[in-house]
């Protein structure tokens, strides 16, 4: 690993990435709310909920890979 002093602003860095984090976070909820929900998953066409089940997968990838980004911040 690199050091990053001096590279970047650390403290920016961190900030936007929490701030990433939090609203990847909300995005996972939206989905997990839609999929949570019968109706939605009972009325909407089999490839909207496939393609939902993708998004939130998606989403959940990306929350690991900044909590790991924010991790090697320090």
Not at 14 to 34: D, F, H, P, W, Y
């Amino acid at each position: 690993h690199m050091p990053l002093e001096g590279l970047i602003d650390v403290e920016a860095e961190r900030a936007r990435l929490t701030k990433e984090i939090s609203n990847t976070q909300i995005e996972v909820k939206k989905c997990e709310g839609k999929l949570g929900n019968a109706s939605f998953v009972d009325r909407a066409p089999p490839e909207v909920v496939e393609q939902e089940k993708a998004r939130l997968e998606d989403w959940k990838a990306k929350l690991v890979q900044l909590g790991e980004m924010l991790s090697a911040l320090g």
